[in-house]
């Protein structure tokens, strides 16, 4: 069935390094694919989306490519700052349902 | 435009029990989904609602159940509540189109004693 495979966290980086939370999806046709961003205590907010191959999402610094020759969407930032600290899920869409990752958890220490 | 908004946003039972949430949309949209969201699981979907009808279904036990209302305004279910039902419920909400990105309300954090 379809799936989504996310890097495993925790992941702690050190403020203005560079992030890349790697993504891996299995799915028939070609689903839309999302970022989600969970801070503590809240719910998930839609950080970037892309609806088709070599579709670039991007929102707040953050990016991710759409490639289906390697079904993946990998999370980048160039610099992080501590407010990004929380954990991101990658999800398609199929239909009228969501399918996420694990999440992985972003520490970013000053 | 107002966002998603769930209540209670707490909530503690105890095993037997029964428990209703309740979610609003953001105006105009009449999809609705809920998702459970635990440590060991993580979000796992639960249904989907267009238009008072039941569009998707996840592999969950008859246990759980939902509505919607002409508003779009949806409600949830879980009836004979287990301590494996202790999560977060997720609402969320988006336009006709089922690709369209789905908007999320900040959770029931429901707790089964």
């Known amino acids: 069935g379809d799936s989504v495979t996310q890097m495993e966290g925790p992941v702690t980086l050190s403020e203005e390094a560079f992030l890349t939370i790697n993504c891996t999806y299995t799915?028939?046709?070609?689903?839309?694919l999302f970022w989600y961003v969970q801070y503590p205590g809240e719910g998930l907010q839609l950080l970037l989306k892309a609806t088709k191959a070599d579709d670039k999402g991007s929102n707040k610094g953050f990016e991710a490519t759409y490639r289906k020759e390697t079904t993946s969407f990998h999370l980048e930032k160039g610099s992080v700052q501590v407010s990004d600290s929380a954990v991101y899920f990658c999800?398609?869409?199929?239909?009228?349902?969501?399918?996420f990752g694990q999440g992985t958890e972003l520490s970013v220490k000053p | 435009k107002a966002g998603v908004t769930q209540t209670p946003r707490y909530l503690i039972k105890t095993r037997g029990q029964q428990v209703t949430l309740s979610c609003s949309p953001i105006?105009?949209?009449?999809?609705v989904s809920w998702y459970q969201q635990t440590p060991g699981q993580g979000l796992q979907f639960l249904f989907e609602y267009f238009s008072e009808t039941q569009r998707n279904k996840g592999n969950f036990p008859g246990r759980f159940s939902g509505r919607q209302f002409s508003n779009s305004r949806s409600e949830m279910n879980v009836s004979t509540l287990e301590l494996g039902d202790s999560a977060l419920y997720l609402c969320?909400?988006?336009?006709?189109?089922?690709?369209?990105?789905?908007?999320f309300g900040p959770g029931t954090r429901l707790t089964v004693l």
């Open positions: 969320a909400s988006s336009g006709r189109d089922p690709n369209n990105e789905q908007f």
């Open positions: 799915a028939t046709g070609y689903p839309s």
């Open positions: 105006s105009g949209h009449r999809s």
């Open positions: 999800a398609l869409r199929k239909g009228g349902k969501l399918i």
